[in-house]
Structures are given as structure tokens and as C-alpha cells.
């Protein structure tokens, strides 16, 4: 009796510590704000559904080149798109999903005198035309105005004044809405840093701004390799309260190439590397390709929803059989040499082809120390590739084919270019033919980009190995 009055109490324990343990961020969701063309009235509705159905339960309509939300924000949008948004809102609700709407005012808003006032008004008309729809949330932001030098010339305690201004009369005309978000201009930790100290654009906001205002920040760069508690607590400690995370995964606006195209690489893999620490908000901002964004969103459901107890390798394989089903062993393939996005100043996701690379590397240390070469593992991995391309271009269904196609044939490319450069080891000999083939790789990585540092590098290395 007793062993069992103890197991039973060790059981109410146990469940008690794990609800505690994997408590949600309390709002969690997607921001719509990448540059590029926006998603469509379907592909919003879409994601609502997605939402539901995997417990986000937030949506901030920001995106960059909707022309009334930055360029043109003081005209009124048409009737057109108002009946649009209404729809959208209607649908968010059915969802259990928050929709906050954002205006990005800051590339030429006055904040005194007489175009102060006007430009206040017409902010305040913006935001009645949606509230009237039902929308209950709203956000202003700040962000990207940064000449082509990198300084921006913005007046932090303005800005927050103008944002205090807004609370005062907006919200308190109308008393049921919820918090108002923003971002600052300085919107990553280092660039809020003077040394050790707050830069003084960051201090005057920071010390101005209303305390229930929610900022969002991106983490210690714009697009960075992570979060840690530490440094999500020396960021929250830099604003004397708790930041909600805009979070740049799976976006790949930024991934633009030498002819100006966006997007040529997919951001394929899962969120990771985040805070297990209290958060209050986290938005993750996705790809113009909505159906190849939710592998990624779905981890980041999960992250959210348990950020504790988060596995991010388990979450995504589990959403690449949720959203793929017996297609997944093959655009595990893929998507495992499509995550990794870095340029010069961003760097996130998990290593494209980690096992592509373990495999060429240990082949070259016994070339070059003249061991007994083993082949084995880079023939499995490069068959598979071949197949898996092979697969995706003849069986994917078309809403994820049109997003994905120019990546998929270049995987393709690469792929054999790989197993022409394996024999080529294999043989003693390089394969004249090598050349050519990565010359047709280059031509068409304008438009598709994916394992620069795995499997594309392999024939790079072949090609420069002395035989």
C-alpha cells in the first residue's frame, strides 16, 4: 500500500514537473517579413492553418515590399486589399491565431511640428482602416535604415516618444488590444554596444519606451548562429526587460547573387540553437517559398511550444514524414545539403552534408598518406543523392516541385559531377570531363545554390588534387 501510495505520488510529480518544464513561450508564432515578393492571400491562409495545427498561435503581416506597410505606409491601402486583409483576419481567428499588423514607418516619418502631427494622423487612420477589419494587434518597426555605409542617423528617444504617443491616444481609445511589438533601428546586441556600454541611440530608446511595449531582436547579429541564455539575458538586461526574439531562419532574402537574384538557396533544415530560458515572444521569419518554409516552422512549432525539452534533429525528421510521407528518406537527402546560410555577415543552420564531409575528408587524408583508400561510404552517400534527385523531380507533388525545382536539378548536377569525380580518385586519373561538368554547375548557380561546402566542394577538391 504504501509503494503504491509513493509510486503514485512520484507519478503526479513527475507530471507536474514536466508541464512545468516544457511550458510554451506564451506567443509564438511567424513574421512575414522578408524582402521579395510577398506570399499570396492563399499562402497566408495557408500558414493560418499551419498554425493551428501545429499550436502558433501568432502572425505579424510585415512584409517588406507590400508598398503600403513601408514605402507608400501614409496611403491608404484600396478597398481591394482591405477586403483581402479582412478575409485574413477572419481566417486567423478561426485559427486561434493573433494577427498583428505592422507598419514600417521609419524611412521618412516626422516626428515634430506640423508634419510630425500629420504624419501621426495619417499612422493613426492607417491603423483605424484595420482595426476596423478586427485586427487587435499592431506593431511599428524601425528596422533597416542603415545607409549604404552602414550608419543610420535615427533619434532613439523620438522614436519611443512617437511610439508612447501612440499608446497613449490609440490604445487608449481602444481597450482591447493587446500589447503593442516594435523594433528598434539598433536591433541586434552588438549593434546596440558601444564597447560594454549601450550605444546611446539603444540607451535613449530603451530608457523612453513604455515598459509594456514588447521589442524584438534578431540575437547578437542580424542573422546569427544562435542564441544562448546568456546572451538572450545580457540583451534583456541591456532593455531592463525580457526581448522577444525575431528569429532569421528559414528566411533566405539575403542569400542574393552576383545578378541580384534572392532566394537561389533554400533554408532547408531545423531552428536551433535557441534560448531554453523564459521568453516571452518568438517570431520566426520565413522563405517566399511557404511550402518549403514549413520543414523549418515546424521545428520551430516545436521549439516554442517545449523549448526545454527540444530536440532539434528529432523534430526534424518527424516534420520531413509529417509533410512528406514515404517521399522523406529522399528529401531528407536533399534538405540535409540545403540548411547551412552564410555570407559575410550572417551565419545560421546546421552544416550542409555533415556526413558528405566527414566522408570526402577521412577519403583525402589516405590518398594523401598513401593508406588504403576507402571508398565506401562517399559511393553510398553520392548514389543516394543521385536517386534522391531522381525521386523528388519525378514524385513531388507540384506545390513543393515550383519552389524547389532549380535547386533539385542542380542537385542533380552536382550529384553526378560527384560520382565523376569518385571515379576519377578511384581511377588514379582525373576525368577530363570533370571540367565541364563543373563548369555547367556554374551556370546555373545563379539561380540555384545548395552544399558549397560538401559536395560541391568535393569536385573542387578533386579537380585540385594532384594525382
Avoid at 97 to 120: M, W
Avoid at 340 to 369: C, I, S, Y
Avoid at 438 to 462: C, G, H, Q, T
Wanted: net charge neutral; glycine share 4%; proline share 4%.
Amino acid at each position: 500500500m504504501i509503494l503504491k501510495i509513493l509510486l503514485t505520488v512520484l507519478a503526479i510529480n513527475f507530471l507536474f514537473t514536466s508541464a512545468t518544464f516544457a511550458a510554451p513561450i506564451p506567443l509564438r508564432g511567424i513574421v512575414e517579413g522578408f524582402y521579395g515578393k510577398p506570399w499570396t492571400f492563399e499562402d497566408r491562409a495557408d500558414i493560418m492553418k499551419f498554425c493551428r495545427v501545429h499550436n502558433l498561435n501568432a502572425y505579424i503581416y510585415a512584409p517588406k515590399n507590400d508598398p503600403y506597410h513601408r514605402d507608400k505606409w501614409r496611403v491608404p491601402y484600396p478597398s481591394s486589399e482591405l477586403n483581402e486583409l479582412k478575409k485574413l483576419v477572419d481566417i486567423a481567428k478561426e485559427n486561434g491565431v493573433r494577427f498583428t499588423f505592422a507598419i514600417s514607418p521609419g524611412l521618412d516619418l516626422n516626428y515634430e511640428g506640423k508634419e510630425g502631427d500629420r504624419d501621426f494622423k495619417l499612422l493613426i487612420q492607417k491603423m483605424d482602416s484595420v482595426y476596423n477589419l478586427g485586427v487587435r494587434s499592431f506593431a511599428i518597426f524601425f528596422d533597416d535604415l542603415k545607409d549604404n555605409k552602414g550608419r543610420h542617423h535615427e533619434d532613439g528617444a523620438k522614436q519611443a516618444q512617437f511610439l508612447n504617443k501612440l499608446q497613449s491616444e490609440f490604445y487608449n481609445r481602444h481597450k482591447d488590444i493587446t500589447a503593442l511589438i516594435t523594433v528598434p533601428t539598433e536591433y541586434f546586441y552588438q549593434d546596440m554596444l558601444n564597447g560594454k556600454k549601450a550605444t546611446n541611440y539603444t540607451e535613449d530608446f530603451e530608457s523612453t519606451l513604455d515598459s509594456t511595449t514588447i521589442v524584438l531582436y534578431t540575437g547578437d547579429g542580424v542573422v546569427c548562429d544562435g542564441i544562448t541564455d546568456e546572451q538572450f539575458s545580457a540583451a534583456s538586461k541591456l532593455y531592463e526587460r525580457d526581448l522577444g526574439i525575431w528569429w532569421n531562419y528559414p528566411v533566405n532574402d539575403y542569400t542574393v547573387t552576383a545578378n541580384g537574384k534572392r532566394n537561389a538557396k533554400l533554408a532547408l533544415g531545423p531552428i536551433e540553437k535557441l534560448p531554453r530560458a523564459k521568453v516571452q515572444a518568438i517570431y520566426f521569419n520565413p522563405m517566399g517559398q511557404v511550402q518549403l518554409s514549413k520543414i523549418a516552422l515546424a521545428t520551430g512549432a516545436d521549439y516554442a511550444n517545449s523549448p526545454e525539452i527540444y530536440d532539434a534533429q528529432k523534430s526534424w525528421d518527424k516534420a520531413l514524414k509529417e509533410q512528406f510521407g514515404e517521399l522523406a528518406p529522399a528529401m531528407k537527402i536533399f534538405a540535409s545539403h540545403s540548411q547551412h546560410m552564410e555570407n559575410n555577415w550572417a551565419k545560421v543552420g546546421p552544416a550542409d552534408g555533415q556526413n558528405f564531409t566527414v566522408a570526402a575528408n577521412l577519403l583525402f587524408r589516405q590518398l594523401r598518406k598513401k593508406h588504403t583508400p576507402d571508398f565506401t561510404s562517399l559511393e553510398k552517400q553520392i548514389a543516394e543523392m543521385q536517386s534522391a534527385a531522381d525521386t523528388l523531380l519525378t514524385r513531388l507533388p507540384q506545390k513543393y516541385l515550383k519552389e524547389c525545382k532549380p535547386q533539385l536539378e542542380q542537385f542533380k548536377r552536382i550529384a553526378h559531377a560527384d560520382k565523376i569525380a569518385l571515379d576519377s580518385l578511384k581511377a588514379g586519373k582525373l576525368d577530363p570531363s570533370l571540367k565541364n561538368l563543373r563548369a555547367e554547375i556554374s551556370k546555373y548557380e545563379p539561380d540555384a545554390i545548395l552544399s558549397e561546402l560538401a559536395a560541391l566542394k568535393f569536385i573542387d577538391d578533386v579537380l585540385k588534387f594532384k594525382f
